[in-house]
């Protein structure tokens, strides 16, 4: 089944961290383009990183240089967010997002929520 | 960067047709044909409905119609369904810059 699935969320302290994962199976992944996407509780939808198929270009939402940062494993078909320096409004639903043609997301996983509170 | 602008809430009744508005800029929706929709219904994950402003996925109706003119994109959604309710996002590549920009967001009430 082609399908992604992520993991990694919970509650964490205001400056905190995290590291996101997201599992890739049914399609090959090393050909695509990944994205993480963030849904705060109530709001829209926010692009928050995507990554090149081998990983050498990276990009992110310029809010969030310097404390999130994308990586993947194409050996274990997963791609990852780190989280540092946690904040309430990084709150949110956070979903990976296969990039079909780079630019538009086909797939996406079941999201998976991430809490920022003391 | 700033989203893009979409109208909060759109409703009709079953049978007629709406439109979805999405309003971006020059750097944006305006340069590029990489718009495209997301449905969304509660609880769940979004959906890709229109891609590369007016196309299609396979297996999405076509009763899913997506336009450009100038900086503003529009979906159309004809012979609107129970199904249809839902939030719609639009999305465009916005340079290597913003690189992505979503919009706000249109719940669509289905009376």
């Known amino acids: 089944e082609v399908q992604l699935v992520e993991s990694g969320g919970g509650l964490v302290q205001p400056g905190g961290s995290l590291r996101l994962s997201c599992a890739a199976s049914g399609f090959t992944f090393s050909s695509y383009w990944m994205n993480w996407v963030r849904q705060a509780p109530g709001k829209g939808l926010e692009w928050v990183a995507n990554?090149?198929?081998?990983?050498?270009?990276?990009n992110y939402v310029d809010s969030l240089k310097g404390r999130f940062t994308i990586s993947r494993d194409n050996a274990k078909n997963s791609v990852y967010l780190q989280l540092n320096s946690l904040r309430a409004e990084d709150t949110a639903v956070y979903y990976c997002?296969?990039?079909?043609?780079?630019?538009?997301?086909?797939?996406w996983g079941q999201g998976t929520l991430v809490t920022v509170s003391s | 960067q700033s989203a893009l602008t979409q109208s909060a809430s759109v409703s009709g009744s079953p049978g007629q047709s709406i439109t979805i508005s999405c309003t971006g800029t020059s750097t944006d929706v305006g340069t590029y044909n990489l718009v495209s929709w997301y449905q969304q219904h509660p609880g769940r994950a979004p959906k890709l409905i229109v891609y590369?402003?007016?196309q299609r996925p396979s297996g999405v109706s076509n009763r899913f119609s997506g336009s450009k003119s100038g900086n503003t994109a529009s979906l159309t959604i004809s012979g609107l369904q129970a199904e249809d309710e839902a939030d719609y996002y639009c999305c465009s590549y916005a340079g290597s810059f913003s690189h992505v920009v979503f919009g706000g967001g249109t719940k669509l009430t289905v009376l």
């Open positions: 997002a296969r990039g079909w043609q780079r630019f538009y997301f086909d797939l």
């Open positions: 990554i090149e198929q081998y990983g050498s270009e990276k």
């Open positions: 590369e402003v007016s």
